[in-house]
């Protein structure tokens, strides 16, 4: 494990953003079906109050969603995605301004364009990766906003059945990611975010091996993001509910960020923020250390 956070910039509308700590995305769920049940917020006034309270508590992003993409879980039309959307992004830019990025949760080309063209999203998250739609990538090429990759299989209907990797899941995830980021960076899409995916098409012990692994995926060289927030990996082993998951969230979210991961996307901002901070000044400790050792 190093104690080296890998720097990175992102160009969000023309601005350059640097990732020299890692960021804490805050999950703002529009849908009346999220697997926890108190991420979700339909109403304006109840978005806009959840995303006053992510940046008080110091989320550097907010990550908007209308479609749950949970194992199951019923799928929307593209109309009702975008219109939960409308409403959603409106309700955050008036409470909380222009400044707070914001990133969109949808794996449908049409939704991502017109979240980036109508309503100024500044991120495409894709939980498919391109899978679910080929017109992902070329109009996220033609957008040129970064683009969270996240590593799946199937659908959220099918991904539990397809958990074979006939191998280390570890490598079989590094390589399929990194095909996809060479795809990705031959269309000129530069501003890539790696995730790899916990919970999606992976069992639990498939998880874990990620996890202890994590450090691995610093070979794709793009920024990584992990999505490890209350999810059954953790309610599982602990014999919790999601409700009850957030200090196994805390203790995971640890481990990803003293692996360096640079994005953590969580439904509780302010526990993450501590657990950030506190690894970061572990990390600065050690530096010294090994610093005064050298002298």
Not at 115 to 121: A, M, N, P, T
Request: charged share 25%.
């Amino acid at each position: 494990m190093t104690n080296e956070f890998k720097k990175y910039s992102l160009n969000i509308k023309g601005r350059l953003v640097k990732i020299d700590r890692a960021w804490v995305m805050g999950i703002i769920n529009a849908t009346p079906d999220s697997f926890f049940y108190g991420s979700r917020v339909m109403d304006s006034d109840a978005i806009a109050s959840r995303a006053v309270m992510m940046v008080r508590d110091g989320a550097d992003v907010l990550d908007l969603g209308a479609c749950s993409t949970r194992p199951g879980a019923a799928v929307v039309t593209a109309e009702e995605e975008m219109r939960r959307l409308e409403v959603a992004v409106k309700a955050v830019r008036e409470a909380v301004g222009d400044d707070v990025i914001i990133s969109v949760d949808t794996y449908r080309a049409g939704v991502a364009r017109r979240c980036v063209e109508e309503l100024g999203v500044d991120i495409i998250n894709d939980i498919s990766g391109g899978d679910l739609d080929p017109e992902m990538h070329s109009v996220v090429a033609q957008l040129q906003v970064p683009y969270i990759v996240m590593h799946t299989r199937g659908t959220p209907a099918t991904m539990q059945q397809l958990t074979d990797y006939g191998g280390d899941v570890v490598t079989v995830v590094l390589e399929e990611l990194a095909r996809k980021i060479d795809l990705l960076r031959q269309l000129g899409i530069n501003n890539v975010i790696a995730d790899p995916g916990f919970g999606f098409a992976k069992t639990v012990e498939q998880n874990y091996r990620l996890l202890e692994c994590l450090d691995t995926f610093h070979e794709l060289e793009a920024p990584l993001l992990v999505g490890l927030s209350r999810k059954s990996m953790i309610q599982k082993v602990l014999n919790c509910s999601p409700e009850d998951a957030l200090n196994g969230t805390t203790v995971v979210n640890t481990i990803a960020m003293m692996k360096g991961a640079h994005i953590v996307r969580v439904h509780d901002v302010k526990a993450a923020v501590e657990a950030r901070d506190l690894v970061v000044r572990c990390k600065k400790s050690g530096q010294l250390l090994r610093q005064n050792y050298e002298l």
